[in-house]
């Protein structure tokens, strides 16, 4: 794993590759003072092509959400240079806000201001349900 | 925080027992109870159009010696004026000590739920919930059957989107020997996750699409209604519109203490010459939709006699 030009901060990697532009938005990453960088097509022996995600501090990152977008993704955690942390991302108990029901009779589907909340009912199958209607959500 | 009820799972299998055991209590000593919610106030917030479920709330508020305000449409709320179900529970919140409401969107009384401070009972949330009709359901069958376990209870007409019907499969998977047995067209099955549902309670059930081959081994048959615009064509509606019509006829091989129950409103699939067979027990599960809602106030403000 590439962690150059990170002293100290997190590396995201293993993305899919073209996914790093929704994880960057998904994450609020636009909205953080810190450095950061995106590297997509990069090589990668597993999937061939992937995507990195580099910030230069280390900062609570929701977990959740890099988990929902893809499972395979590694975070790394970088300290002086050195790989302090790997951690390996699984599908989250919990999603919010990070995806809208798409059911038209759902009270989220009218109220604006609702969160949006999915609880996984189904790990292997990866099946999410509504909190309000509890309609159906697979994570493709 | 207050206790609520948006689903019939939010109760435990002992509470129910607690509610039907006070629902029972209600009805033998009356007097005891007359008072008991003096100075309490129901709201009823119907943002959809209801006879049974509103009025029987108000009803069993009024028995308890409390009062009720409310409306009974969206129209006559500021509901109308675009205001949100977060803004209006907040509001009404200030002026009762319990509210009930229905909603046509699902999940509407969940959004109330974490706003409110008084308990929030859910009267129906679109094609959703409806717990309150699954504990009369479930006081009727106690009051006629005198138990809960060991029934055989045949399930008919539109099970795929009767949400009265899917609740109350929910709620009897907790209890012991239940047998269901799945009476609809082809169109109108159960939907796949109420079957993985039974599968994984291990309880026993069949589907068929003859109600009177399913007739003699009932306890109990739980009729609903089967909607035209639910076929996909006219043909398929006019072919099996007539079998899901009960009548004095198909009952004939019905055992003789069958209890035939229907969440109301009714069309046509009961015919009015069952009215009078004993064995209708429609109007007297109107009955109990009081008593249970009685039961359930007291239960979620916390009185006892």
Known sequence: MDISGVKNGIVIDHIKAGKSMQIYDLLGLGKIDNTVALIKNASSEKYGKKDIIKIDEIIDLDYDVLGYVDSNITVNIVEDNRLAKKLHMELPEKLVNVVKCKNPRCITSVEQEIVHEFRLVDKEKKIYRCCYCDAEHRVK | ?305
Do not use: W
Request: charged share 25%; aromatic share 8%.
């Open chain 2, 1 to 305: 925080m207050s206790r609520n009820l948006i689903n019939i799972t939010d109760l435990t299998v002992e509470e129910i027992n607690k509610l039907i055991e006070t629902a029972d209590d209600i009805v033998a000593n009356h007097a005891d109870y007359e008072d008991i919610c003096r100075h309490k106030k129901l709201a009823t917030l119907f943002f959809e159009p209801s006879t049974r479920t509103r009025l029987s709330f108000e009803a069993a508020m009024l028995e308890l010696g409390g009062s009720v305000l409310g409306f009974s449409s969206a129209n006559s709320s500021s509901a109308a004026k675009g205001e949100s179900v977060s803004d209006t529970i907040m509001t009404v919140g200030n002026y009762v000590d319990i509210i009930a409401m229905r909603h046509p969107k699902e999940g509407a009384p969940i959004v109330a739920a974490k706003r409110a401070e008084v308990p929030i009972i859910n009267a129906g949330d679109g094609g959703h919930f409806h717990p309150t009709q699954t504990l009369t359901d479930l006081l009727t069958i106690k009051r006629k059957k005198g138990r809960l376990n060991n029934l055989t209870i045949g399930l008919c007409g539109d099970l795929k989107f009767g949400r009265t019907v899917h609740s109350l499969i929910e709620a009897m998977l907790r209890y012991e020997g239940i047998k269901f047995v799945l009476i609809s067209p082809d169109e109108l099955k159960v939907p796949e996750y109420v079957i993985e549902n039974m599968q994984k309670a291990g309880a026993e059930f069949y589907e068929t699409e003859s109600l009177e081959d399913a007739m003699p081994e009932l306890d109990i048959l739980y009729m609903t209604r089967i909607q035209k615009e639910r076929f996909f064509n006219e043909e398929d509606y006019v072919r099996l519109k007539d079998s899901y019509i009960l009548n004095l006829e198909k009952l004939d091989n019905a055992k003789e203490d069958l209890t035939i129950m229907h969440p109301l409103p009714r069309v046509n699939e009961i015919s009015v010459e069952v009215d009078d067979d004993p064995r209708a027990c429609y109007f007297f599960q109107a009955l109990c939709g009081k008593h249970i809602r009685m039961a359930l106030i007291l239960f979620l403000l916390g009185i006892e006699k």
